[in-house]
């Protein structure tokens, strides 16, 4: 049974910098892409970050381009997003999702990750 957990939300001011963890269990970690969305209140869930799964390539939403950073630790088993120079409209739920497939390279498209986390609350204070 796959298990996504995230972890490290918050209450920041603007400008301010959290680091997200989603520590994964149930699948050899090191085969699979991930990827990280967030969902604020009346809005649709949008793409965030993505990392293939060697760690060697990534995307990111235009939003969060030069502010955010996705990583990965495959002896861990777990994917970080850094987030720096938050702002209030990065105010959201975000969630870690793992990719359907193997081997799989970086995807936006929620439809192609299987499994993903219960989300962490990112408050960001004007």
């Known amino acids: 049974q796959v298990q996504l957990v995230e972890s490290g939300g918050g209450l920041v001011q603007t400008g301010g910098s959290l680091r997200l963890s989603c520590a994964a269990s149930g699948r050899t970690f090191s085969r699979y892409g991930m990827g990280w969305f967030r969902q604020a209140p009346g809005k649709e869930r949008e793409f965030v970050a993505a990392i293939s799964w060697t760690g060697s390539s990534t995307s990111y939403a235009d939003s969060v381009k030069d502010r955010f950073t996705i990583s990965r630790d495959n002896a861990k088993d777990t994917v970080y997003l850094q987030m720096n120079s938050l702002k209030p409209e990065d105010t959201a739920a975000y969630y870690c999702?793992?990719?359907?497939?193997?081997?799989?390279?970086?995807?936006?498209?929620?439809?192609?990750?299987?499994?993903w986390g219960q989300g962490t609350q990112v408050t960001v204070s004007s």
């Open positions: 999702a793992q990719s359907r497939v193997v081997y799989g390279l970086t995807s936006r498209n929620p439809d192609a990750y299987a499994y």
